[in-house]
């Protein structure tokens, strides 16, 4: 609940700060209406401290009302011609995915959220995936990705409809999102999850911790929505179904004023030197056993054969082999190619989270006992410098033929 004590002198400086447009001065003092969302950016400015909020202990608060799982559905531009001018990134259908065997679970709706400044039909693909609903909001203010401004009617929508749990792709933009909502509406937030699931009607948040060495296992009894972020290709696509999710136009008003940050100018790179790890269908990684940073390099070859990229351990990213954005693992990138060969890695734990959903994995390490033969699909016990080279003949003979 929100109050103005008769302390208010009527300055009026809580009005423009309000990012919902909930402030009115009436009889020169301040009222506040139902838009507001208790934020607390109004108290932050009032000079003498007329503005008091008061919330609920949570420990005895009823969450009834909190009904449905939602996922923030992410928009990228897309880079064919003729196409809608932004698609739905494939981390929200894995989310919505995963988001439907959790409402199943609960006996509640999946809802997808989508802030655009113009729909092109988006709840096809959202219902292919399993939704519900789609609680739309058009607005020409969310052509870009703004912070303060997402962040804004994010609030707005879960104050308005209370979900009982909200998803966040792991993304750039879901890291920062995501932890905005979750301080303005004082909610826990647990991120990076890999796996999910429902325990006596809360969700089950699975994160690995302390290095990787354990699985940590996060439940939020006193908050909701439950939040938790998850990265692209944790988690498994469905088959799409014969559904449209039904649409909700929701009619936010977004100040203009609250975005700290414009965006000048844009560019959009197409080189392949940008190409991400993550969108490749083929992955050859190699670790430490690789030697050397000019060994490395056959590994080019192998992946240019088969039309893939090349990743690698973090050893061999802190060996300098390969650069950063291609490390695989907790502390690099999550992959899910349809077919992964790991070359002189160990199989680390950290390494493993990152690649074990890849449809097919072979490993190739000169060590029988390596962890990594216990996820690959294919081993080959041998020198990676002795058969890697043989791999390469033997694709391109095949491809020539
Ligand atoms: P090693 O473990 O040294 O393995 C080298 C392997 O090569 C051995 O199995 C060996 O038998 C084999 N080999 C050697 N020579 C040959 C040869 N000639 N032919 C065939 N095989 C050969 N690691 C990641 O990969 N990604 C991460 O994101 C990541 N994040 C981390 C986060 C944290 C917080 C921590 C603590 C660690 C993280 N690590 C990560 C590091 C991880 O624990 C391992 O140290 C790392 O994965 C080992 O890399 P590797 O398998 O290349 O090297
Ligand atoms: Fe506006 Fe936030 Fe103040 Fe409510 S708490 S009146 S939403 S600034
Ligand atoms: Fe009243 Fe404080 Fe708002 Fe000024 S900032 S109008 S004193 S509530």
């Not at 700060?17 to 009889?27: E, G, K, N, S, Y």
């Not at 559904?243 to 936010?252: G, H, R, S």
């Amino acid at each position: 609940m929100i109050t103005v004590s008769n302390k208010c002198i009527g300055c009026g400086k809580c009005v423009p700060v309000c990012p919902f447009a909930a402030v009115q001065m009436i009889d020169k003092k301040a009222v506040m209406n139902e838009a507001c969302t208790f934020c607390g950016a109004c108290v932050q400015v009032c000079p003498v401290d007329a503005i008091t909020i008061e919330r609920e202990d949570p420990i005895h608060k009823d969450f009834s009302a909190h009904k449905g799982v939602w996922v923030f559905i992410e928009l990228e531009d897309a880079h064919t011609k003729g196409k809608p001018a932004k698609l739905i990134r494939k981390v929200g259908r894995e989310l919505l995915s995963e988001g439907r065997k959790l409402a199943d679970t609960l006996g509640e709706e999946l809802c997808a959220v989508v802030l655009t400044d113009k729909n092109p039909g988006y709840e096809k693909e959202i219902g292919a995936y399993g939704a519900d609903k789609v609680y739309l909001v058009e607005n020409s203010e969310l052509v870009e990705y703004n912070t303060d401004v997402f962040s804004t009617v994010i609030v707005a929508l879960i104050n308005r409809h209370k979900p009982s749990v909200c998803l966040y792709p792991a993304t750039i933009m879901g890291r920062d999102l995501a932890p905005r909502v979750a301080t303005a509406i004082y909610v826990g937030l647990t991120a990076d999850c890999t796996a999910l699931s429902i325990k006596d009607g809360l969700l089950l948040q699975s994160r690995p911790a302390f290095g990787g060495n354990i699985m940590a296992d996060i439940l939020s009894p006193n908050s909701r929505p439950q939040m938790a972020t998850v990265r692209p290709n944790v988690m498994k696509l469905s088959e799409p179904i014969d559904k449209v999710a039904v649409v909700i136009n929701e009619d936010i008003k977004i100040n203009k004023n609250i975005k700290r940050v414009k965006v000048i100018e844009r560019k959009i790179v197409h080189d392949k030197a940008s190409a991400k790890i993550e969108n490749s269908d083929v992955i050859v990684s190699g670790g430490r056993g690789m030697k050397d940073i000019n060994k490395f390099k056959v590994l080019e070859e192998l992946a240019s054969s088969l039309n893939g990229m090349v990743g690698a351990s973090r050893a061999a990213v802190d060996l300098g082999f390969k650069e950063k954005t291609r490390q695989v693992g907790q502390s690099g990138t999550t992959v899910s190619p349809k077919l992964y060969v790991a070359c002189g890695i160990s199989g680390a734990v950290q390494h493993i989270v990152g690649m074990k959903s890849s449809d097919i994995i072979i490993a190739i390490n000169k060590d029988p006992n390596a962890p990594i033969f216990n996820v690959a699909k294919y081993g080959i016990v041998g020198d990676v410098h002795n058969i890697v080279p043989k791999l390469v003949k033997a694709v391109q003979k095949r491809i020539k033929k």
